[in-house]
């Protein structure tokens, strides 16, 4: 993964090596390279011009191409509820309500977390954001810029486990909680995101 303004940078200073050259080699009468130069030209253009427009503040393979040809996310149910503390505001995001391994429930499935199982095989990493970031341009929140352990994997603590957490999220403090969700017509399970809260304390 890379920063859109990092990338921009790059694709900006190679398509003004590239004109240069055009310039040089048609002072030069190098035509022999000249059709090979304009194309490079046209594709940094064409590069440039979507790096200026993207939304995205991070690229990865799979962001760019959710984003040129975005996928037919479904509608997932979820329920909003607030709570106000001395020091902070919550506002949460709820996936699950009831048993999520009851195959007999009626319940929305809830959105897949894509994870990786860590070394020590008991906890899972979120290496790549985007498929909470889809979730979260549902809720019509900021996304994240990128993975993130368990953390319990970074606190020790039991009550940390199948919790994903953001310090530096825009609006505060970004805390995803996972759990297994079985779905009821082929009894396959995954894990999915059971709630997401924003808070407004910075921890």
């Keep these: 993964m890379i920063a ?29 390279s000249l059709v090979r130069t304009i194309i490079i030209i046209v594709l940094l253009g064409i590069i440039l011009g979507y790096l ?65 199982m860590d070394p020590n095989g008991r906890t899972f990493t979120l290496e790549d954001p985007e498929s909470l970031n889809l979730v979260l341009d549902q809720l019509q929140l900021p996304r994240v810029s990128h993975g993130v352990k368990e953390l319990v994997a970074i606190t020790g603590k039991q009550t940390d486990v199948g919790v994903y957490r953001w310090d530096d999220y825009p609006l505060g403090t970004l805390i995803v909680e996972r759990t297994l969700f079985q779905q009821k017509n082929t009894m396959q399970s995954y894990n999915a995101i059971s709630r997401i809260i924003v808070d407004s304390r910075k921890y």
Excluded at 81 to 100: A, K
Aim: charge should be negative; proline fraction near 6%; avoid cysteine.
């Design 4 to 32: 859109t303004s990092t990338a921009l940078n790059i694709v900006t200073a190679l398509l003004a090596i590239s004109v240069l050259w055009l310039i040089y080699i048609l002072f030069r009468g190098h035509t022999e």
């Design 52 to 116: 200026q427009t993207t939304k995205l503040t991070v690229l990865s393979f799979k962001a760019i191409k959710n984003d040129l040809f975005p996928p037919n996310i479904p509608q997932y149910h979820y329920t909003v509820s607030e709570s106000d503390n001395l020091y902070s505001h919550r506002t949460i995001y709820s996936f699950i309500s009831g048993d999520p391994l009851d195959s007999t429930s009626t319940m929305t499935a809830p959105p897949e977390l894509k994870l990786v």
